[in-house]
């Protein structure tokens, strides 16, 4: 959602249809920021459908991919940084890989987990 590496920053949860692009925070990590506000973080939920935009030509050709590719956004298991993209090749990346500049739009945002009501028994 927010990789640890972001704790330190102020953050906000992502907005359907919102363009975000990825930035480096003075930690050095990499986050998604609204444009206009570098400082604050966008938190994505884990499977949430991205469309990413201006992906680096060496990232393009490491991973197969176009300029633009369609994404989820995911948690790896491993290394140091846990927000990841899944492309639709099945292709995985940390965010810390895409570099600066590269864009994210949320498509859809998923549902939150709602309690489930349950019927009063009657006596």
């Avoid at 704790?7 to 206009?36: C, D, H, K, N, Q």
């Avoid at 810390?96 to 945002?109: C, E, F, K």
Wanted: with cysteine; proline share 5%; net charge neutral.
């Amino acid at each position: 959602m927010c990789d640890y590496s972001l704790e330190m920053y102020g953050s906000r949860p992502a907005r359907e249809s919102e363009r975000y692009v990825t930035t480096r925070f003075p930690s050095g990590s990499i986050g998604l920021t609204a444009p206009g506000d570098c400082g604050t973080a966008i938190c994505v939920q884990y499977d949430t459908p991205l469309v990413l935009e201006n992906i680096p030509k060496e990232v393009q050709a490491a991973l197969n991919l176009r300029d633009i590719e369609e994404a989820v956004f995911i948690r790896l298991d491993h290394g140091a940084y846990r927000d990841g993209l899944r492309f639709a090749n099945g292709r995985q990346v940390s965010l810390q890989q895409l570099s600066t500049g590269v864009g994210a739009t949320v498509t859809t945002l998923l549902e939150t987990a709602r309690p489930v009501k349950t019927a009063k028994a009657v006596a």
